[in-house]
C-alpha cells in the first residue's frame, strides 16, 4: 500500500487527537484521556514544543468511507539518561485497525529511531500494555526487548 511519512504540522491536531482518542479506546484507557485537541496544539506545536509527532497518510483513492486519509501517527519527545545520555521516547504508536499489516507502524518507528540517530541517540524507548499481545509480537518482531526484567530498577509513576 502506498503512504507518506512526513513530520506532523499544526493543521494535523484534529486527526492526531482523533488516532490518540482511538488508541485510548482500544487500550481500554477512554476515561483516562485528559488532553484536548487544543493542548496538543500548544504542546507539539509551540516555539519550545513538548512532544514531536509523525503523519502516516495515504493518497486519496485509499481514504477510509469516513475520508480519512491521515491514517497512523506516532508521538515522540527526547529525554537524557545520566547513565546512558541522549535517549527518544516513543509515547504513542497508532495505525488506524484497516490500515494495519502494511508497514506502516514499522515505517513510524523507523523514521524515529532515525530521527533520534541523528539527534545523537542511542536508544529507543517505549511502554507497552502487558495484556496488548499483538503490539508485543510486533515489537518483538523488530528485535525489541522487555527491560522491565532489569533486577536493578523498578519503573514508577
Known amino acids: 500500500m502506498e503512504f507518506t511519512i512526513r513530520a506532523g504540522m499544526t493543521e494535523d491536531c484534529k486527526d492526531i487527537y482523533r488516532m490518540l482518542t482511538e488508541l485510548s479506546a482500544y487500550e481500554k484507557m477512554a476515561n483516562q484521556v485528559k488532553i484536548t485537541q487544543r493542548d496538543i496544539e500548544q504542546d507539539g506545536f509551540s516555539k519550545n514544543p513538548f512532544f514531536h509527532s509523525l503523519i502516516a497518510e495515504v493518497p486519496d483513492q485509499h481514504r477510509t468511507k469516513e475520508g ?34 502494511h508497514g506502516i507502524g514499522k515505517a513510524l518507528m523507523s523514521k524515529v529511531a532515525q530521527l533520534g540517530l541523528a539527534a545523537g541517540c542511542n536508544q529507543l524507548n517505549f511502554s507497552v500494555l502487558k495484556w496488548n499481545k499483538p503490539s508485543l509480537d510486533f515489537y518483538h518482531s523488530l528485535g525489541c526487548w522487555d527491560t522491565t526484567s532489569d533486577p536493578e530498577f523498578y519503573s514508577m509513576r
Open 68 to 101: 480519512h486519509a491521515k491514517m497512523g501517527c506516532v508521538i515522540y519527545f527526547y529525554a537524557y539518561s545520566t547513565l546512558t545520555g541522549r535517549s527518544v521516547f516513543m509515547e504513542a504508536l497508532y495505525v488506524m485497525p484497516e490500515f494495519r499489516g
